[in-house]
Nanobody
Framework: QMQLVENGGGSVQTGGSLKLSCAVT????????LGWYRQAPGKEREFVAA??????????VYADSVRDRFTISRANAENILYLQMTIRKPADTAIYYC????????WGRGTQVTVYS
């Protein structure tokens, strides 16, 4: 059974940075892309970034709203997914979710990121 546990959320000032992590337990394959989504207050969950599964090759993709500010990465040997964020907008305030396998796949419980100016 897949288990995803996020860490690293918190309060951050505009202009600051924050790094989220997601520890993944369970067997993954190269068809299981690793990703981050977020849900802002009063809005639907939206895609943030994704890359190929652990030890797998392929493209990394970002939402337009975070490209050049966020970096998704992974630690293959530790089964950990990361999201390095440079915060420039209060609109980055959201619950951030770790995901494997897209919207029909597995989800973590989320970690809150709150941006203040």
């Amino acid at each position: 059974q897949m288990q995803l546990v996020e860490n690293g959320g918190g309060s951050v000032q505009t202009g600051g940075s924050l790094k989220l992590s997601c520890a993944v337990t369970g067997r993954t394959t190269c068809t299981d892309r690793l990703g981050w989504y977020r849900q802002a207050p009063g809005k639907e969950r939206e895609f943030v970034a994704a890359l190929p599964g652990f030890w797998c090759s392929g493209a990394t993709v970002y939402a337009d709203s975070v490209r050049d500010r966020f970096t998704i990465s992974r630690a293959n040997a530790e089964n950990i997914l990361y999201l390095q964020m440079t915060i420039r907008k209060p609109a980055d305030t959201a619950i951030y979710y770790c995901n494997i396998g897209g919207t029909s796949g597995d989800w973590g419980r989320g970690t809150q990121v709150t941006v203040y100016s």
